[in-house]
């Protein structure tokens, strides 16, 4: 199946992301 | 008692395996309490969003005393030796010079969470012990004896961690471990 791949700049972008806080 | 599993919440990102944050830390003086009883699981989770929740809140390796371990492993692989996942395994092991741990740890913990080193299962886990000269990380998989799998594993941590050209990376069987007693 298909993995589910981040590159590092998407999770850093994600860590700002309301649904982290 | 078992756990549920962490799930995501909605609208946040899957991880492709969920993940559990582990800390240890080892008491000055006589050792009483065995490694696994010092083994204390701090978090579950199974999303980007989550991971950061809990992440953010806890204190960064670098700026932790004494001799502490981060551990973050594939949720059902506990970080020992002998666990069934990690018995025939091994770890590439990095020590880096002190100041480097929580930039080096973060680089490291989002390669793994993103699915960057391409190597199927084979990757278990990664650690972060912070020591007195100088800190260490390793990331743990599954088959040491698969060269193919080690050699990308190494190839992906030097362009993720971004290191400092002279760093001396090693691998090690945990068998070999076992044998010579070294657990940092």
């Known amino acids: 199946g298909t993995r589910l791949i981040y590159d590092r700049s998407f999770l850093l972008e994600c860590r700002n992301s309301p649904l982290t806080k | ?4 599993p962490p799930k995501p919440g909605p609208g946040e990102h899957p991880l492709q ?3 559990s944050y582990w800390f240890s830390r080892r008491t000055p003086g006589k050792q009483t309490t065995s490694y696994d009883q010092n083994l204390k699981l701090v978090a579950s989770f199974a999303s980007v969003e989550q991971f950061w929740m809990y992440y953010s809140h806890l204190v960064r ?9 981060y551990h973050l492993f594939k949720d059902g692989i506990r970080p020992m030796w002998e666990d069934s996942a990690n018995k025939s395994g ?10 480097l741990a929580s930039r080096c740890w ?15 299962e084979e990757i278990c ?8 000269q100088e800190d260490i990380l ?20 030097k362009r993720v961690l971004n290191l400092p050209p002279n760093t001396i990376m090693e691998y ?13």
């Open chain 2, 90 to 99: 091994g770890k590439w092991i990095i020590r880096l010079k002190k100041g």
């Open chain 2, 61 to 69: 390796p670098g700026d932790l005393s004494g001799h502490s371990d």
């Open chain 2, 1 to 4: 008692p078992p756990r549920p």
């Open chain 2, 17 to 19: 395996y969920n993940y």
């Open chain 2, 138 to 157: 390793a990331l743990w998989n599954r088959t040491a004896y698969d060269q193919v799998t080690t050699s990308r594993i190494r190839d992906t941590l």
């Open chain 2, 106 to 120: 973060e680089n490291l913990v989002l390669a793994m969470l993103g699915e960057q080193f391409m190597v199927g």
């Open chain 2, 125 to 132: 886990g990664a650690v972060v012990s912070i020591r007195y």
């Open chain 2, 172 to 184: 090690k069987t945990h068998t070999d471990s076992i044998k010579d007693n070294s657990s940092f």
